[in-house]
C-alpha cells in the first residue's frame, strides 16, 4: 500500500469540503499542482464574507471611528465597536470593555508585559513560561526580567512535548507573579492543561496569561469557564486579517493597568498640568486603530460562531493522525512532539533531508509547509534539532490535503533518501 492512501478514515460528519467554496485561495494550482495549504499554524486563508466585509467597508463606509457624528463615521463606529460585542461573545467575556483591540498576539502580551507587570515587577520576583512557548511569550518577560532584575521560570516538557505539570507546580512559589502559557503550541501541536494550570496558579493567587493565538480557531474557548485572567489572540490565525487582535483581561486587572501608550482616544481631558484616561477599553486603544481590520476580524469570529468547534478539533486532529500513520512509514523521518490529543500541527525532521529543502519539494508538488524554527527556538532546542518542517491543519483541509503532503514526502525520499 503506498503511503498515500494509508487507510485512515477521518470519522467525523464535519464536512471540510463544504466549507472549502467559501475560500477563494484554496481553488488554485500552484506548481501546476492543486494548492495544499498546510501552513496554517503561520496563517490562515479568509473566507468571501472577511474578504467582502473588509471590501464592503472601505467601498462604502470608510471614516474614523469615535470622534465625528456624520453618517460615514456613525456606520464605521457601530462595525468597529459591533466586532468587540461579537469578540467578546465567541470567547465568552463577561463585559464588552474587558475586548482590547491589539495588533495581535504579540502586542496584547507586550501589553500585558509593560502596562500590567512592569510597574509591580521588583527585583526577585518571578515569570514562569512553558519550555515550548513561542517567541512572543517568552522574550516580554525576559526583556522585564533584564530591566527589573527578576527571573523567568521554565517549566519543561517531556520527550512527547507534554508539559510536567509536577515540575510547573513547584516553580510557582512566593515570588511568582505572573505565569504564561500557550494553549496550544504552534510547534509541536501540544494543547496544556490550561484550566488545570490557571486553578493551580491562583491557588497561589497568581495571575495568569493564556496565548490563544493557536486555539481559539481549532477548539472551543470560554474565558470565564477558565477563569483566565489575561487571553490573547491574533484574528490573522482565525481565518481574519494581519495587524489586529485581541486582549481579553479581566476587568479588575486592566482598569488597574497603566496605558502603555499616549495619544488620541485613549484620554479622557488632556491639559499642561496632566491628562486623565478614558475607559475601559480605550485607554489602551489610542490613536486610529485598524477600523478595516478590526471590522474584519469580526466577520471572521462571526464565521467561526458558524462552526461547530469540537468538531473541528476532532477534525483537524483525525487528519494529523492519518498524515501520521503515513509518514512513520517513511525511513528516518521523525515526528518532533507527540503529546496525546494535539491539535492539527506535525512537526518533523528527515534523517536524509535539511527541512529547507523538505518544504521546497513539497512546494514544487503544491503543498505549502513551513520550516525553520517557528519562533519556538527553545522548543527545537528540548527536542535537539535546529528546524523542522511544520504541516498544519485547519477547518477547510481534507483527506487529499493529507494524501498530496504524503505523495509530497515519497517524493522528498526518492530524490533525498
Ligand atoms: N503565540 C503563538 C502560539 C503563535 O503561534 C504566534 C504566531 O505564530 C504568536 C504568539 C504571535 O502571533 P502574532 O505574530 O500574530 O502576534
Redesign the pocket.
Known amino acids: 500500500m503506498s503511503r498515500a492512501e494509508a487507510d485512515i478514515p477521518v470519522a467525523t460528519a464535519f464536512s471540510a469540503q463544504a466549507l472549502r467554496a467559501q475560500f477563494p485561495a484554496l481553488d488554485q494550482q500552484v506548481n501546476g499542482k492543486p494548492l495544499a495549504y498546510l501552513d496554517n499554524?503561520?496563517t490562515t486563508q479568509k473566507p468571501r464574507a472577511v474578504i467582502d466585509r473588509i471590501s464592503d467597508y472601505y467601498a462604502r463606509d470608510n471614516a474614523n471611528v469615535h470622534r465625528a457624528i456624520h453618517e460615514l463615521s456613525r456606520r464605521a463606529t457601530e462595525a468597529y465597536e459591533g466586532a468587540r460585542d461579537t469578540l467578546a461573545r465567541f470567547i465568552g467575556a463577561g463585559r464588552r470593555e474587558e475586548i482590547v483591540f491589539t495588533?495581535?498576539?504579540?502586542?496584547a502580551?507586550n501589553l500585558v508585559a509593560q502596562g500590567y507587570l512592569a510597574p509591580r515587577l521588583k527585583a526577585g520576583d518571578e515569570i514562569v513560561v512553558s519550555e515550548i512557548?513561542?517567541h512572543?511569550?517568552i522574550v516580554p518577560w525576559q526583556m522585564l526580567c533584564e530591566s527589573h532584575g527578576a527571573i523567568l521560570r521554565v517549566a519543561p516538557v517531556d520527550d512527547r512535548g507534554v508539559l510536567d505539570l509536577a515540575a510547573l507546580q513547584r516553580l510557582i512559589g512566593p515570588r511568582t507573579v505572573m505565569v504564561a502559557v500557550?494553549q496550544?503550541?504552534?510547534a509541536l501541536g501540544t494543547v496544556h492543561p490550561v484550566q488545570q494550570i490557571i486553578d493551580m496558579a491562583h491557588a497561589a493567587d497568581v495571575p495568569v496569561l493564556v496565548?490563544g493565538?493557536?486555539s481559539v480557531s481549532h477548539l472551543p474557548v470560554d474565558v470565564s469557564t477558565l477563569n483566565a485572567d489575561f487571553f490573547?489572540f491574533?484574528a490573522?490565525?482565525m481565518f481574519g486579517p494581519?495587524g489586529t487582535?485581541v486582549l481579553y483581561g479581566r476587568e479588575a486587572l486592566l482598569d488597574s493597568m497603566s496605558p502603555v501608550q499616549g495619544g488620541g482616544d485613549m484620554i479622557e481631558t488632556v491639559s499642561f498640568q496632566g491628562s486623565t484616561w478614558n475607559s475601559l477599553p480605550y485607554k489602551f486603544e489610542a490613536g486610529t486603530p485598524n477600523i478595516a481590520g478590526v471590522i474584519g476580524m469580526g466577520a471572521a469570529t462571526e464565521f467561526l460562531e458558524g462552526l461547530d468547534l469540537e468538531a473541528v478539533y476532532r477534525h483537524e486532529h483525525a487528519l494529523a493522525e492519518r498524515a501520521e500513520a503515513g509518514m512513520r512509514a517513511i525511513p528516518g523521518l521523525r515526528i518532533i512532539g507527540e503529546a496525546p490529543g494535539k491539535t492539527g500541527i506535525i512537526s518533523f525532521v528527515m534523517q536524509t533531508a535539511h527541512a529547507q529543502d523538505v518544504g521546497t519539494i513539497l512546494d514544487q508538488m503544491g503543498v505549502a509547509t513551513r520550516t525553520g524554527h517557528?519562533?519556538a527556538m527553545p522548543a527545537m532546542a528540548r527536542f535537539g534539532v535546529p528546524a523542522t518542517t511544520r504541516a498544519s491543519f485547519a477547518c477547510y483541509n481534507t483527506e487529499a490535503d493529507v494524501d498530496a503532503l504524503l505523495a509530497g514526502l515519497d517524493k522528498v525520499s526518492s530524490l533525498l533518501g
Open positions: 499554524a503561520a495588533r495581535g498576539t504579540t502586542d502580551i512557548e513561542h512572543s511569550n500557550g496550544v503550541s504552534n496565548d493565538a493557536q490573547c491574533s490573522h490565525k494581519t487582535g517557528h519562533c
